[in-house]
């Protein structure tokens, strides 16, 4: 049964820093696209950033670029650096898995970890 587990989310001043951590029991994990995703309130849920494990390329959402940083480790937890945050971050942070493109198709997702970011 694959699972994603995020964790790291938490209340942070505008300006302030968060790593999230996304630990994912996949039996292919390598074969997979890692992403994080998030939803604010009264808002549909966006793309965030993702991260291909072959060539190790990433991607990131224009509102999160110069701030917010993918990243993997040499098993299966994929991070996301969060620095330079802004009320605006406050969401809720989901991590996801697919197959295939993860802006296309998301085949899981976590649970979600709460981000608020204060004035």
């Known amino acids: 049964q694959v699972q994603l587990v995020e964790s790291g989310g938490g209340l942070v001043q505008a300006g302030g820093s968060l790593r999230l951590s996304c630990v994912a029991s996949i039996r292919t994990f390598s074969s997979y696209v890692m992403g994080w995703f998030r939803q604010a309130p009264g808002k549909e849920r966006e793309f965030v950033a993702a991260f291909r494990w072959g060539g190790g390329s990433t991607q990131l959402a224009d509102s999160v670029k110069g701030r917010f940083t993918i990243s993997r480790d040499s098993r299966n937890t994929v991070y996301l650096q969060m620095n330079s945050l802004k009320p605006g971050d406050t969401a809720v942070y989901y991590c996801?898995?697919?197959?295939?493109?993860?802006?296309?198709?998301?085949?899981?997702w976590g649970k979600g970890t709460l981000v608020t970011v204060s004035s």
């Open positions: 996801a898995a697919s197959a295939i493109q993860i802006t296309t198709r998301v085949d899981y």
